[in-house]
């Protein structure tokens, strides 16, 4: 199982990014996608997940409607959409996968994840 995370960059605050996780080696419609963040000296933060279905989305507390995730099956890829990006906002965001979860903020339940692309913000 491979995941690939795209789209990170520098951004300055208010700005919006698009990160792209392209996964290969499992069953994409039958898996749940999740975001998580680590910034520097904190612990993996729960950012989004979207169920294998697609039925179902949840959202860290701290998104407060900014980010959306979504997924196209089609090209077994999830995205997260994100603006008006905070300087808080900075860190590595990774793509985890979960076959047949039903959509949890808690990493270990997570089977799969990428290395991660930087995103920093900044002030």
């Known amino acids: 199982v491979l995941l690939e995370e795209s789209g990170g960059g520098l951004v300055q605050a208010g700005g919006s990014l698009r990160l792209s996780c392209a996964a290969s080696?499992?069953?994409?419609?039958?898996?749940?996608m999740a975001w998580f963040r680590q910034a520097p000296g904190k612990e993996r933060e729960f950012v989004a997940v979207m169920t294998y279905s697609g039925s179902n989305t949840y959202y860290g507390g701290f998104v407060k409607g900014r980010f959306t995730i979504s997924r196209d099956n089609a090209k077994n890829t999830v995205y997260l959409q994100m603006n008006s990006l905070k300087p808080d906002d900075t860190a590595v965001y990774f793509c985890?996968?979960?076959?047949w979860g039903l959509g949890t903020d808690v990493a270990a339940r997570y089977e799969y994840w990428g290395q991660g692309t930087q995103v920093t913000v900044s002030s």
């Open positions: 985890a996968a979960d076959q």
């Open positions: 080696g499992l069953t994409f419609s039958r898996t749940t």
